[in-house]
């Protein structure tokens, strides 16, 4: 790894790595720093493959490929993660919003537990954590699957009064009748 002994790597190497890297980052879906210092890394450990690296043009190469496959393993990971879903009231990691959060689920349930007749069971089975189809819905609850839409229609209908009268609508704000 003679190119690493090179004192003047650094000034010779980085405003073209600059340049690369803010050239293919776009692309790439990456920030152009990231795409830097993944190419830095690369040249730490494994050094160019090019059969002359001291020569300018064999480094230059060298970094031009490694920009370009850094970019692309960028856009694979980037095909491949998938953030973690989180509720808006603690997506900021406030104490808060997951309080409040966990007070509006607890109403939620409080207000589907009052539910008349098979409301209960219908709207616990439609917010259940294993996603179950009407068909499979129908089956637990021993009704046909013809007559889910208009019971779970009844049943958020009376949900959504129950809930209107126990939250207050937001005042006006700035203005006064």
């Known amino acids: ?3 690493l002994k090179d004192s003047d790597l650094l000034t010779e190497l980085g405003p073209l790595l600059s ?3 803010a050239a293919e980052a776009p692309a790439a ?17 494994q050094g160019p493959r090019d059969p002359d690296p001291a ?3 064999g480094r230059a190469r060298w970094l031009r490929r490694a ?11 980037a095909r491949r993660e998938v953030p973690y879903g989180g509720s808006p009231a603690d997506a900021g990691g406030e104490p808060e919003g997951a309080l409040l959060h966990g007070e509006d689920n607890r109403a939620l349930r409080s207000a589907v537990a009052r539910l008349p ?12 954590p294993r996603d179950l189809t009407y068909r499979e819905i129908a089956g637990e609850l021993g009704i046909s699957q013809g007559s889910l839409g208009p019971v779970r229609s009844r049943c958020l209908g009376c949900l959504r009064r129950m809930l209107a009268a126990e939250v207050a609508a ?5 203005k006064e009748r």
């Open 1 to 3: 790894m003679d190119l």
């Open 19 to 21: 340049a690369e890297a």
């Open 29 to 45: 879906g990456v920030d152009a720093a990231d795409l830097e210092q993944a190419v830095w890394v690369r040249l730490l450990e």
């Open 55 to 57: 020569g300018p043009t």
């Open 67 to 77: 920009v370009r496959a850094e970019a692309r393993l960028a856009r694979r990971r």
């Open 117 to 128: 007749g098979r409301c209960p069971e219908l709207m616990g089975a439609l917010l259940s």
């Open 170 to 174: 937001p005042g006006l704000r700035g």
